[in-house]
């Protein structure tokens, strides 16, 4: 039996997205949306001298699969920088493009059962894009 693609364990993950309060005072603001769907996500980001993510603050507008990517992406980027949150990212985009390799995301798995609905990898995306251009503009100010 198929895992459902909205379940239980996304529902507790979309709500989680409230434990990250947008930071007006956050180093990096990111505002994006994906264009397929609509989601949004204004994403405020700090991070250390090295470019390491310290905290992640945000507001998102998106089906629960986005705000859960979302929650997700909060939860687990700090230590992380630009390279490790690329290749996160692009690792989950070719794996929903028919890769076999499957992205080594911590809870990636409950996000799995969307690979068979593209119209919901750009929401799932969106809050690792919004992380990368976040960590871009921390890149270019260094």
């Known amino acids: 039996m198929s895992t459902p693609l909205y379940n239980r364990d996304i529902l507790a993950l979309a709500v989680a997205t409230s434990e990250y309060l947008p930071n007006p005072d956050a180093r990096y603001r990111v505002n994006k949306r994906a264009p397929l769907c609509g989601s949004a996500i204004i994403l405020d980001l700090d991070t250390d001298d090295a470019g390491r993510v ?48 499957v ?14 609905y593209p119209a919901r990898h750009g929401a799932i995306l969106l809050p690792f894009d919004a992380a990368i251009a976040a960590l871009e503009k921390q890149a270019a100010a260094a």
């Not at 992205?103 to 068979?116: I, M, Q, T, V």
């Open 103 to 116: 992205p080594d995301w911590p809870g990636f798995e409950l996000l799995a059962p969307a690979r068979d």
């Open 54 to 101: 310290t905290s992640v603050g945000m507001h998102v507008e998106a089906c629960a699969l986005g705000q859960a990517s979302a929650a997700l992406l909060a939860r687990h980027a700090p230590g992380l920088g630009l390279a490790d949150i690329r290749f996160a990212r692009d690792t989950m985009a070719d794996w929903f493009g028919g890769g076999a390799i």
